[in-house]
């Protein structure tokens, strides 16, 4: 069973940097997407940004040229470099992954709050 253990987030002034960081655990597998969503009170859960185990990256319109998304496949551990925070930016952010273990898994972290104050 694979599991995702989320760390990073926290109360950051507008204009301000966090990373956060995603690593995923478990036996015998292999991680494929690994990603970032981030739901804001009364809204639905987005996406931010995925890489892929190549290196692909996408992301969201709003998040691009401040937001960096890494990983490094050796520890199975994604990274979410944000800078330029905006109070828009505050959110519940979850780390998603897929991939193989026995059969195809998809997880998600348990969530990290981030708040941008203005």
């Known amino acids: 069973q694979v599991q995702l253990v989320e760390s990073g987030g926290g109360l950051v002034q507008a204009g301000g940097s966090l990373r956060l960081s995603c690593a995923a655990s478990?036996?015998?597998?292999?991680?494929?997407?690994m990603g970032w969503y981030r739901q804001a009170p009364g809204k639905q859960r987005d996406l931010v940004a995925t890489i892929t185990r190549g290196g692909s990256t996408k992301y969201t319109d709003s998040v691009k040229g401040r937001f960096t998304i890494s990983r490094d496949n050796a520890k199975n551990t994604v990274y979410l470099q944000m800078n330029s925070l905006k109070p828009e930016d505050t959110a519940v952010y979850y780390c998603n992954a897929n991939g193989v273990s026995y059969s195809y898994f998809e997880v998600w972290g348990q969530g990290t709050l981030v708040t941008v104050s203005s």
């Open positions: 478990g036996s015998s597998f292999s991680v494929n997407v």
